[in-house]
C-alpha cells in the first residue's frame, strides 16, 4: 500500500505536468491529436488520485499504525465513520481531498458531451491542471500523506472529540466543494478573456457551476455553525472566527457575483466588475487554506501543526497576479463592449448596490480577520479583534442588504416610474409599518429588532406579490388551477423564482439572528441535588449525577427535569465526555427546541458530593436559522434542476486543427 499510494502521487505530478505541456504545445500549433492527449492524462490524472484517496481510506479503516498520518488522526476504538472521515482531519489528508475534487471537477469538464468541441477546453483544463500541480507538489514533497513512523505504535492517537460530531464530519467536504468549485468559473473567466471571448458566453457556461459551488458553499457555514452550537458548548452558533471568516468571504463575492453576472447577460454591463469578482472569490478561497495552515491566526477550526502557510501565500500571489495581469491585457476590450446605466431607480441599479454591500462586508470581515497580524507587525503588539467588532459593522450591511433584495423584485429594469413605485410599494411599506407598530405594542422594544423585523415582513410581502400577480396572469390566460398555474410559473423561471425562495430562506436566516442576538438570556448557578433554576418562563431542577463508560470513554451526565409554565417537558442530560486517548473533555449539550426558541443546558463543572454547575441559557428564533437554511438549498436545487444551456454554441471559432 505504501508504494501504491506514493506511486499514485507521483505518476499523477508527472501527468500532471504531462498534460499542461500537451495542451500548451497543442493550442500553440493547434494540433487535435495533442489535445486529445491531454484530454487522457486529465482523466489519467483524476484516477490517480482517486486511487491515492482509495489507499488513504484503507489505511484508515483497517488501522495501520504504522502511518504517521494513520497514527496522528485515527484509533482502533474509534468508529468506521469517523475512521474514514479522519481522511480531511489532518493536513495531508485534507488536501488529498481537495485535489481529488479539484481532479474531478477537471474531468467532469473534459468528459462532458457539453463542452466536446470547445475551443475553450484547452484553456480551461490547463489552468486547472495548473492548480492541480501545486497540490500534488506538496503531498509529494512536503506533507507526504503516506510518510511511515520508525516503528509501530500499539495505539493510534484517536480523532479530536470536537469532530466527532455528524455535522462536523460532513462539514469539510462541503467547504471543500464549495472552494474548489469556485475555480471552474475562474478558470472559464481566464480562458474566455485569453481567446478575447468578452460577451458573457463563459458565463452562462459556468452559471450552474458557480450555483453549485454557492450552494456547499452555504451548506458548509450552515452546517459549521450547526455544529459549534451543539458541540461547543458556548450557546451560540457563529464566533467570527478566523477560519469561519475565511469561508465566509468567498461566499460574500461569489454571491455578489451570481447577482452582477445577471446585469451583464441583460444589459451587456459590469464585465470588468465580474472578472475581478471571480477573481477575488477565488483567491478567497486560497486564503482561506493558508489560514487554516498557516497558523498565524488561532483557531478551533485550525491545522496546528501545520507550516505550509507561505507555500499556499506563494500560490495565492502567483494565481492574483496572472489573473490580474490576464485581466489588464483585455481591460480595453472589456471596456469598449460594456453597457451603461441608464437610471439610477432601477432593477440594475439595486444589483449594483446589492454588490457593493456584499464585496463591503466581505472588505469588512477580511480586515478584522488579518487587523491582528497588521498590528503585530506595526505595533508589536497582536490585537484581536472580537465578536462586537463583527457585529456592530455587519448588522447595519445586513439590513439593508435585506431591504435591497426586498426593494428589488419591485423594481424594472432600465427605468422605474414614479407611478409603478408608487403602485408597487405602497402595500408592503404600509404592511410592515403595520408589523413595526405591533411589535411594540407586544414589546419589542430594541430600535434594530423593530427596523430588522420591519424590513423582514417588506421582503415576504414583496416577494409573495411576485408569486401572486405571476399566478394571476397565467390563470388569465390558462384557467389554470392555482396550484398548478403556481407550478407551472415556477418551472418555466426557475431561476428567477428558486432566488425568491432563496431570498425568503435568508430572510427567515436574518429572523432567527435577529431575535437570538437581541433577546437571548443566561444565567450560571451552582446546585445541591433538587435544588432548581428559573429562567424565563422555564424551571429546571437537578435531579442527579451519574457516570457511565462507553467503550474507552467515560461520560458524566446530569439529569434535568425541565417545566415550562408549570408544565413538565421531560427529563434532559447535559453532559461531559472525557475520551480515553484525548487529554481534554468535550461538551454534549441537551436541548429543548421550539419554533419560538431554544433551551440550552450545559453541565460546567461538578464535585465528588454532586454539587454542579449548570449554565442554561434561552436562544430565541433558532430554529428559524435552520429553518431558512434548508429554505436556501431547497431554492439553489430548484434554480439548477434543469440543468440545460439553453442551445448555447461557442461563439470562438478557432477550433483545433490536425497539422501535417
Excluded at 465580474?274 to 486564503?287: D, G, H, M, P, R
Amino acid at each position: 500500500m505504501y508504494l501504491l499510494g506514493n506511486a499514485s502521487i507521483y505518476i499523477g505530478l508527472a501527468l500532471t505536468i504531462y498534460s499542461i505541456l500537451v495542451f500548451i504545445i497543442g493550442i500553440k500549433i493547434k494540433k487535435q491529436t495533442l489535445i486529445n492527449s491531454g484530454k487522457g492524462g486529465v482523466i489519467a490524472v483524476f484516477i490517480c488520485m482517486a486511487v491515492a484517496n482509495a489507499v488513504m481510506l484503507y489505511l484508515l479503516a483497517t488501522s495501520q499504525f504504522q502511518y504517521e498520518y494513520v497514527s496522528n488522526y485515527t484509533s482502533s476504538e474509534l468508529p468506521l465513520f469517523y475512521k474514514l472521515a479522519a481522511l480531511w482531519a489532518g493536513n495531508s489528508g485534507s488536501l488529498m481531498l481537495w485535489s481529488f475534487f479539484l481532479t474531478m471537477y477537471t474531468a467532469m469538464i473534459v468528459v462532458s458531451r457539453k463542452m466536446q468541441g470547445n475551443p475553450m477546453v484547452p484553456y480551461i483544463s490547463s489552468i486547472l491542471l495548473i492548480n492541480t500541480l501545486f497540490f500534488f507538489i506538496i503531498l509529494g514533497f512536503v506533507s507526504r500523506p503516506f510518510a511511515l513512523l520508525d516503528y509501530v505504535p500499539a495505539e493510534g492517537r484517536g480523532l479530536n472529540p470536537m469532530l466527532q460530531n455528524p455535522g462536523m464530519i460532513v462539514h469539510p467536504v462541503t467547504l471543500y466543494l464549495g472552494y474548489v468549485g469556485l475555480a471552474v468559473p475562474f478558470a472559464f473567466a481566464m480562458a474566455a478573456l485569453i481567446l478575447k471571448n468578452v460577451d458573457d458566453f463563459w458565463i452562462k457556461m459556468t452559471r450552474r457551476w458557480t450555483i453549485i459551488a454557492w450552494l456547499f458553499l452555504t451548506l458548509g457555514n450552515i452546517l459549521g455553525g450547526q455544529w459549534a452550537y451543539v458541540e461547543l458548548g458556548w450557546g451560540g452558533y457563529w464566533a467570527w472566527d478566523p477560519v469561519e471568516n475565511a469561508s465566509f468571504m468567498p461566499w460574500l463575492t461569489a454571491t455578489a457575483f451570481l447577482h452582477s453576472v445577471m446585469i451583464q447577460e441583460r444589459k451587456n454591463m459590469l464585465k470588468v466588475w465580474n472578472i475581478s469578482l471571480i477573481i477575488l472569490s477565488y483567491a478567497l478561497t486560497l486564503f482561506g487554506t493558508f489560514l487554516v495552515r498557516s497558523g498565524v491566526l488561532t483557531s478551533v477550526h485550525a491545522f496546528g501543526d501545520s507550516d505550509l502557510g507561505m507555500y499556499f501565500l506563494i500560490f495565492m500571489g502567483v494565481i492574483v497576479v496572472g489573473a490580474i495581469y490576464v485581466l489588464m491585457s483585455r481591460y480595453h476590450l472589456l471596456k469598449r463592449s460594456a453597457g451603461e446605466f441608464t437610471s439610477y431607480v432601477s432593477k440594475e441599479s439595486s444589483f449594483l448596490i446589492n454588490n457593493l454591500l456584499l464585496v463591503g462586508a466581505a472588505f469588512a470581515v477580511f480586515w478584522g480577520t488579518i487587523f491582528p497580524l497588521v498590528s503585530e507587525a506595526v505595533r508589536g503588539t497582536k490585537v484581536t479583534v472580537g465578536i462586537p467588532f463583527f457585529n456592530t459593522v455587519q448588522a447595519p450591511i445586513l439590513l439593508t442588504m435585506m431591504f435591497v433584495m426586498a426593494v428589488c423584485p419591485l423594481l424594472a429594469w432600465q427605468r422605474s416610474s414614479a407611478k409603478n413605485l408608487r403602485k408597487n410599494f405602497l402595500i408592503p411599506a404600509v404592511l410592515s409599518v403595520i408589523g413595526m407598530i405591533l411589535m411594540v405594542t407586544l414589546g419589542i422594544q430594541k430600535a434594530w429588532a423593530v427596523i430588522g423585523y420591519g424590513v423582514i415582513i417588506f421582503l415576504f410581502v414583496t416577494h409573495y406579490l411576485e408569486f401572486y400577480r405571476g399566478v394571476k396572469a397565467r390563470r388569465k390566460m390558462t384557467k389554470e388551477p392555482v396550484p398548478i398555474a403556481l407550478y407551472k410559473l415556477m418551472t418555466k423561471n426557475r431561476r428567477r423564482y428558486g432566488g425568491y425562495i432563496v431570498h425568503i430562506g435568508i430572510a427567515f436566516i436574518t429572523m432567527g439572528i435577529i431575535g437570538s442576538q437581541n433577546y437571548d438570556m443566561e444565567t450560571m448557578k451552582t446546585l445541591d441535588i433538587g435544588e432548581s433554576i428559573d429562567i424565563k418562563d422555564y424551571r429546571i431542577t437537578y435531579e442527579r449525577l451519574e457516570q457511565r463508560a462507553e467503550g474507552i470513554n467515560d461520560i458524566v451526565y446530569a439529569d434535568l427535569t425541565v417545566f415550562k409554565d408549570g408544565k413538565r417537558l421531560g427529563v434532559f442530560q447535559p453532559e461531559k465526555v472525557f475520551y480515553g486517548n484525548w487529554d481534554e473533555p468535550s461538551t454534549e449539550v441537551a436541548l429543548h427546541s421550539s419554533i419560538a426558541e431554544d433551551l440550552y443546558m450545559v453541565l460546567s463543572t461538578w464535585d465528588e458530593n454532586g454539587t454542579a454547575t449548570f449554565i442554561i441559557k434561552v436562544n430565541p428564533m433558532i430554529s428559524w436559522l435552520w429553518i431558512g437554511s434548508i429554505m436556501v438549498v431547497i431554492g439553489s436545487v430548484f434554480a439548477i434542476w434543469t440543468g440545460r444551456y439553453q442551445n448555447i454554441t461557442p461563439k470562438y471559432t478557432g477550433v483545433m486543427k490536425e497539422v501535417a
